[in-house]
């Protein structure tokens, strides 16, 4: 497994990094998985041997379930890893157990150390934006916390391009911890990123953290034009399918993953992950699975690399709609 360096840091994490809101099952989480503890031993165990030293969860999910299953799974193992979680969602039923203020990102952190078994937490996250709460006010929080030993980097998901070029002036300006990643919806049906995110990324130096890589669950060959949504799946649920994403254009796109993966002995899933392996200010790419099986598949990425024709192949066929500035901006760049 290859490591690459966490955006600016001197840390290097595993470039597949295994995110657990399949752990539980509490509440709404259900139908995006109901793994118990023996289960996510073994996911975990799989992930480890197979070199991943990058774990992903956060407060919300199954409501805490998921910190606590993957604190119990690494267990003697967590000081070897790196574990990233998040903030931001709501955790109880009052009215400030939600945002980014100061008093719920401080129980929020002290609430997700304990659930995870840890003194510290590698990545700490904002899930996203709140545009009630003061950036200025949050990121002295998140600073704080740095300083006091209990988050050890800082990043950001979910958000605008605005919002996080605010948040790094401000940073800056005030010489407080700045975000070394973005955590983000981006895979080959949804590659909007690439209009303004990824570029500010390449220009700030942030670690991009696609989230959510098969689409969940469609781009893993599974699912296919005019055939029945697989039963017991997470998008054969109308409840669970909030993803954006155009289907027929994806249903192409998963044709040409299955003659790509086959020229490799791969399969549709590991040539949707290695594809995003292979773009621009990528770091680690997190992905997800309910079953061992679908682990192994997807653990198999790294034994191969995708060409760069087969990467302008799938480009050429994924192309996001071309948006104003954006166009003119590449017209302007073309006339230089
Ligand atoms: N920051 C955010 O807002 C945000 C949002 C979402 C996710 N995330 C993070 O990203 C991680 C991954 O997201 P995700 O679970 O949505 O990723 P995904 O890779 O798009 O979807 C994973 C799901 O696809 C199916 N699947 C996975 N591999 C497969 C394979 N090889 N063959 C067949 N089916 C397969 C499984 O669902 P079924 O068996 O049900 O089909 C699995 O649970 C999460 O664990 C979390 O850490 C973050």
């Not at 060409?307 to 709609?321: F, G, H, I, N």
Request: charged share 25%; aromatic share 8%; with cysteine.
């Amino acid at each position: 497994m290859n490591m690459r360096f966490l955006g600016n840091t001197g840390i290097k994490v595993s470039e597949l990094c295994f995110g657990t809101m399949t752990f539980g099952g509490r509440g709404t989480w259900k139908t995006v998985g109901e793994l118990e503890q023996k289960e996510a031993d073994t996911l975990v165990g799989m992930a480890l041997d197979a070199g991943i030293n990058f774990f992903d969860t956060a407060d919300i999910y199954s409501e805490g379930q998921s910190e606590e299953m993957l604190g119990k799974a690494l267990g003697s193992k967590r000081k070897d890893v790196i574990v990233a979680t998040k903030v931001r969602g709501r955790t109880g039923p009052t009215p400030n157990e939600i945002g980014l203020s100061r008093h719920h990102i401080l129980e929020g952190c002290h609430a997700s150390l304990k659930r995870l078994g840890t003194d510290y937490i590698d990545l700490y996250q904002l899930h996203s934006f709140d545009d009630r709460t003061p950036l200025d006010e949050t990121l002295r929080t998140l600073d704080d916390l740095v300083r006091d030993g209990k988050v050890r980097y800082i990043g950001c998901s979910n958000f605008a391009g605005w919002q996080l070029m605010k948040a790094l002036a401000i940073s800056e300006l005030y010489g407080l911890e700045r975000f070394v990643t973005l955590q983000a919806y981006y895979c080959l049906v949804a590659r909007e990123l690439e209009n303004e995110l990824v570029p500010l990324c390449l220009d700030q130096g942030l670690g991009i953290l696609p989230w959510s890589p098969l689409a969940g669950g469609f781009l893993s060959g599974k699912f296919r034009r005019g055939q029945p949504r697989p039963e017991g799946t997470r998008l054969s649920d109308p409840n669970a399918r909030f993803l954006q994403f155009d289907e027929e254009k994806g249903f192409d796109i998963v044709d040409e993953l299955e003659r790509i993966g086959e020229a490799h002995n791969g399969t549709v899933a590991q040539a949707a992950l290695n594809y995003l392996l292979r773009k621009p200010g990528v770091c680690s790419v997190i992905i997800g699975a309910r079953t061992p099986e679908q682990l192994a598949d997807n653990l198999k990425t790294v034994n191969w690399v995708m060409t760069q024709e087969e990467v302008a192949r799938l480009d050429e066929l994924s192309k996001p709609p071309r948006l104003y500035p954006y166009w003119m901006l590449e017209m302007a760049r073309q006339n230089r």
